[in-house]
Every structure is written in C-alpha cells, then in structure tokens.
C-alpha cells in the first residue's frame, strides 16, 4: 500500500522518481513508474485538490475505431488554428482509446444509459464522444479511481501540503531533484534520477479564471529558472462561459451545455452566434469567446438551456447545486456568463515522451507543451492529454540512469525574509487585474508594452521569502513575463493570441520558444 507521509519522515531522501503535481498526469505517471523503483509523488494541497477534479464537462476520445479516430485528429488540427504538431495530436488520439479502457477498467465509473457509455458533444468537435462522470463531475471521478489505483501501490509515497521551491540541478546540467517548501517553512531535499512536473496551469495569473487557487504555474517556473525551453506561452485559452455575478467566483459553466443544446444570447434575448462562426454555439473557444466580448455589455451574455427538454439537475448536479446559492435554476433562468482564463496551451517544451531540454527533467499535462493543442486547445481534450502523456513520460523516465553522485552544493539556497501576506495579497491582485487589462483575450503593443512596465515595476517590490504565497508570487511573476514577452513577439492573431495591431494569421505558422529571456520563432518545437 502506498502511504500518505508526514514529512518529517522524509527529509533530504533519495527516490527514483519524484512526480511534482498529483492531478491526471502526475497519477497517470506515477502508477507506471511505480513498477521500476520508489516514486514520491508531493502535491500542493490535500491530494483531492488539482486542476483535475476541476474538470466539468468530459474526456474526449474516439472509442469507435479507425474512422472515428482520424476525425478525433482532424478535429484537434482544426481548433489548433495551424499550430498543433500533428505527430503529438495523433499519438493522442491513438493511444487515447487504450488508457481511457485502462480507466474503466480501473473502475472508473463514467455515465451510462442501458449499459452503455453516454457521449456528448462540445465545441468543434464534429460528433458526440467526450465521456463524463457523475454528469458534471468527470474530472473528480477520474482522479478518485487513479488515487484508489495509486494508493495500493507499494512503491508509491504521496506528500500533500508541499509546494516545489527549485529544481536541483547538477554541474553537468542534469536535473537531479528539488527543493520542496514542507507547510509553510520546512524545507525538503529531494533528490531523483528523474523528475516530472505535472504541475498544472496557471490560470492564477488573470483575475477572472474559472482555475483553483493551486493554479500558480509552479513546475513551468521552476523549469524555465533551471534553464529548460519553453514555449507557445502566448496561448492562454479564455473559456468562453464562466459564471458572472460581481463578487461571485468564476465558476464554469460547462462547454456541455451547449453540447446539449443550450444557446448564448446578448442582453436583448438575442442568439448572436450565426454572426461570427457556422457551427453556432459549438465554434471553436477563442471564436466563441471573443464574439462574447464583442456582444456583451463589459463582455456579459446569457446561456439559455430553459428550451432544453432533460432532466437538467440530473446532467449538471454540480452547476445546479452552484447557481442555486445564487437563486438561479437552469430550467427557469438565463445565465449569465463570461470569459475567464482556463487553460495554458503552451508551457514546458517536451517532446511526446515527455522529455524537456534538460535531462532527467520531464513534464506531462498543462504544464507541458508538445504541441498537442496548437493555439486553441480543442474542448475535452486536456483530461486525455494529462492520461496519455503521463503515462508516455513515466516510460521514458524509466530508462534514465541513476546520477553518478548527489552534490548537495548545487542547491540553490532559498531566499529568506519577512513576506507579509497582506503585501503579497495585493501585489498579487495587482499583477492578475493588469495581466487581465493587457495581455488578456484582446491585445496590441501598446497594452503589452504597458504590461512590460508593470512587470517591472512589480518585479521590484516582488515579495520576497520562502512562504507559500511567497513561492507562488514569484511564479506568477516569472508565468506572466513569459506570456508577455511571446505576446510582444507573435505579430500575427492565431487561436486563443488575438492583437488588433496584427489581426491576420502570419503566413507560417511558427512556435514561440523560450530559454530564460531568449525569445525566437521556429516551425518544429522538437528539432532534429
Ligand atoms: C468544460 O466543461 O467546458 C471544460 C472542458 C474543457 O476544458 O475541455
């Protein structure tokens, strides 16, 4: 059985793998590792809480064969505006099928009727196959059946309430483990032939995200300060409906409504949707969020499902039981929503093994970038990428060599000093309403070059110290300098990156890649 540690039992170890992050990828990955040495898996919070079990509508997967898995592929090509590697989308479409009967057979329990597996239908997709669970609650059921999986897993440990610091990373360049912030001051050294982040996205970096609070960019932060490429960071997808109420969260109001027949109308009770894409309510994200901003007052529409003859709270007992503290009931009410950041289609670069540029350094879901997404990722396809290529790095992983030694030395110390959490509090807020303001769903140079400003400014009174929202601050600040500056460097719209000043697709369609400050352009992400 694996156990959840108290940490003191672990100071200063040695594993042979250490999995940052405990959402689809992270798990995914560590069941397989598991069967070639010790694995310490550290998450954040307690293990239920990722960006995982936060996932509404579905996995998407073409479980009916040849036919059925090239339009899976032809799909994500088509969302992905140009940009999506065809070689990485197509082994996820193809090994999608594989892992998600591992699920079922894991006892995954997604909705049936008469037996058979539901499917329904979200945008751009060109026919119904996105499975869910427990309706509206796909991404917790998952993480539930691989955590049951994980937990009896000998060689697995699993350390909640621990935040990644900095990776270690030897004289030869090699990433050797990391230093982990234990609560609030512990440090932790961990040392691992190899590392995987599967960290997640960073949706914290907006002050309108449909994202938890864990959502802070942590394992692409702590790649890019080691050195390791990244790329397409301009690509942050706005989830075209989250819920909208002042003072009220961002909760996501699933793309399955529309699936299943709910319309977007403006303040006039009018669909608009027929004015900017054929497929209606059911276009591709970036276009549906961005004909909302234009719609809607302050970028305010309604969803309208009340037409929709099913038994609603059934199919989305989540967001019914939601909307009910705010008095509002799907079969009676318009909805009111808007965009809200939800998902980062670029991040570490990897290739489809989940290898980085650093050795014994991978990573695996939305931290990672394969290129699996281009710059729009297509609905329902991110559960699947976390599963299949997960399970794709724990492989290769498998096959690193143990470090020749263990210097203690290369540990970058932790920079100590007095956070206060009110300052870091605002400082926060601040960096996420500009990021908003500039560098969100529409922008130009002059936003951006107005974002650069105020990085720079933030990046002086940055809060500095080894607390958690200390740790997360600095991530954000370093998340949000990265989208900026492939902002400032992509004079083209494409996908989820629109600018007024460039408002045309470039004729080649080039992925942005970053080591520290270095930004360049280039066709392939992995080159020969
Ligand atoms: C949703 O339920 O709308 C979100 C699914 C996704 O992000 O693909």
């Given at each position: 059985?694996?156990s959840v540690?108290p940490?003191?039992?672990?100071?200063?170890?040695?594993?042979?793998?250490?999995?940052?992050?405990?959402?689809?990828?992270?798990?995914?990955?560590a069941i397989?590792l598991?069967?070639?040495?010790?694995?310490l898996?550290?998450t954040?919070?307690?293990?239920?809480e990722?960006n995982t079990?936060y996932?509404?509508?579905?996995?998407?997967v073409?479980?009916?064969?040849?036919?059925?898995?090239?339009?899976?592929?032809?799909?994500?090509?088509?969302a992905?505006?140009?940009l999506?590697d065809?070689?990485?989308?197509?082994?996820?479409?193809e090994?999608?099928?594989e892992?998600?009967?591992?699920?079922?057979?894991?006892?995954t329990?997604f909705?049936?009727?008469?037996?058979?597996?539901?499917l329904?239908?979200?945008?751009a997709?060109s026919?119904?196959?996105?499975?869910h669970?427990?309706?509206?609650?796909?991404?917790?059921?998952?993480?539930?059946?691989?955590?049951?999986?994980?937990r009896?897993?000998e060689?697995?440990?699993?350390l909640?309430?621990?935040?990644?610091i900095?990776?270690i990373?030897?004289?030869?360049?090699?990433v050797?483990g990391?230093?982990?912030?234990?609560?609030?001051?512990?440090i932790?050294?961990?040392?691992?032939?190899?590392?995987?982040?599967a960290?997640?996205?960073a949706?914290q970096?907006y002050?309108?995200?449909t994202n938890?609070a864990?959502?802070?960019?942590?394992?692409?932060?702590m790649?890019?300060?080691a050195?390791?490429?990244v790329?397409?960071?301009?690509?942050?997808?706005?989830?075209?409906t989250?819920?909208s109420?002042?003072?009220?969260?961002?909760?996501?109001m699933s793309?399955a409504?529309?699936g299943?027949g709910?319309?977007?109308?403006?303040?006039?009770?009018?669909?608009?949707?027929?004015s900017?894409?054929?497929?209606l309510?059911?276009?591709?994200?970036d276009?549906?969020?961005?004909a909302?901003?234009?719609?809607?007052?302050?970028?305010?529409v309604y969803?309208?499902?009340?037409h929709?003859k099913k038994?609603?709270?059934?199919?989305?007992?989540?967001?019914?039981r939601?909307?009910?503290?705010?008095?509002?009931?799907?079969?009676?009410?318009?909805?009111?929503?808007r965009?809200?950041?939800?998902?980062?289609?670029?991040?570490?670069?990897t290739d489809?093994?989940?290898?980085?540029?650093?050795?014994g350094?991978y990573?695996?879901?939305e931290?990672?970038?394969?290129g699996?997404?281009?710059?729009?990722r297509?609905?329902?396809n991110s559960?699947l990428?976390g599963?299949?290529?997960?399970?794709?790095?724990?492989e290769?992983?498998?096959g690193d060599?143990q470090?020749?030694?263990?210097?203690?030395?290369?540990?970058?110390?932790?920079?100590?000093?007095?956070?206060?959490?009110?300052?870091?509090?605002?400082?926060?807020a601040?960096?996420?309403s500009?990021?908003?303001?500039y560098?969100?769903?529409?922008?130009d140079?002059?936003?951006l070059?107005t974002m650069?400003?105020?990085?720079?400014?933030l990046?002086e009174?940055?809060?500095?110290?080894r607390?958690?929202r200390?740790i997360?601050?600095?991530?954000?600040?370093?998340?949000a300098?990265m989208?900026?500056?492939?902002?400032?460097?992509r004079?083209?719209s494409?996908g989820?990156?629109f600018r007024?000043?460039?408002?045309q697709?470039?004729p080649?369609?080039?992925?942005?890649?970053?080591?520290?400050e270095q930004?360049?352009?280039?066709?392939n992400l992995?080159?020969?």
């Open positions: 059985m694996s540690v940490s003191a039992d672990l100071a200063d170890q040695h594993f042979d793998f250490l999995v940052i992050g405990a959402g689809i990828a992270g798990l995914s990955a397989r598991a069967v070639s040495g010790s694995v898996v550290v954040k919070e307690e293990l239920a990722s079990a996932a509404q509508g579905g996995i998407a073409a479980l009916g064969g040849g036919e059925d898995v090239a339009l899976h592929l032809e799909d994500t090509l088509a992905g505006d140009g999506v065809a070689a990485a989308a197509k082994v996820l479409v090994q999608g099928p892992r998600v009967e591992e699920l079922l057979d894991w006892g329990a909705d049936r009727e008469n037996g058979e597996l539901m329904t239908r979200e945008g997709h026919r119904s196959r996105i499975l669970a427990n309706g509206d609650a796909t991404g917790r059921e998952i993480a539930v059946s691989l955590l049951r999986h994980v009896k897993l060689n697995v440990r699993l909640e309430w621990t935040t990644g900095d990776l990373v030897s004289d030869e360049r090699r050797i990391a230093t982990l912030l234990d609560g609030e001051d512990g932790l050294t961990i040392h691992s032939r190899a590392t995987l982040l960290s997640g996205g949706g970096v002050s309108d995200t938890p864990v959502a802070t960019g942590d394992g692409i932060a790649a890019w300060r050195g390791a490429a790329s397409d960071m301009e690509f942050y997808q706005f989830h075209p989250a819920f109420m002042p003072g009220a969260p961002r909760f996501l793309e409504l529309r299943e709910a319309y977007l109308v403006n303040a006039r009770g009018e669909r608009f949707m027929q900017y894409h054929p497929l309510e059911l276009a591709p994200r276009i549906v969020a961005r909302i901003t234009q719609e809607g007052m302050d970028g305010e969803l309208d499902i009340r929709v038994d609603l709270q059934e199919r989305f007992p989540g967001i019914s939601f909307l009910a503290a705010y008095r509002l009931d799907l079969n009676r009410d318009l909805i009111p929503v965009p809200a950041a939800h998902y980062l289609m670029g991040g570490i670069l489809t093994r989940g290898r980085t540029t650093l050795s350094l990573a695996a879901g931290a990672a970038c394969t699996v997404h281009g710059a729009n297509l609905a329902s559960l990428e599963l299949v290529f997960g399970a794709l790095a724990a290769a992983m498998t060599p470090p020749a030694e263990l210097p203690q030395e290369c540990t970058r110390p932790v920079e100590d000093g007095n956070t206060q959490e009110e300052n870091v509090e605002r400082w926060m601040d960096l996420r500009n990021m908003w303001k560098a969100g769903l529409l922008r140079a002059q936003g070059e650069q400003r105020v990085l720079s400014t990046g009174t940055m809060p500095r110290g607390s958690r200390g997360e601050a600095r991530n954000l600040h370093a998340i300098t989208i900026v500056a492939s902002a400032v460097g004079r083209e494409r989820a990156h007024h000043d460039f408002p697709h470039d080649m369609a080039l992925h942005s890649v970053m080591v520290g930004l360049s352009f280039r066709q992995v080159e020969d």
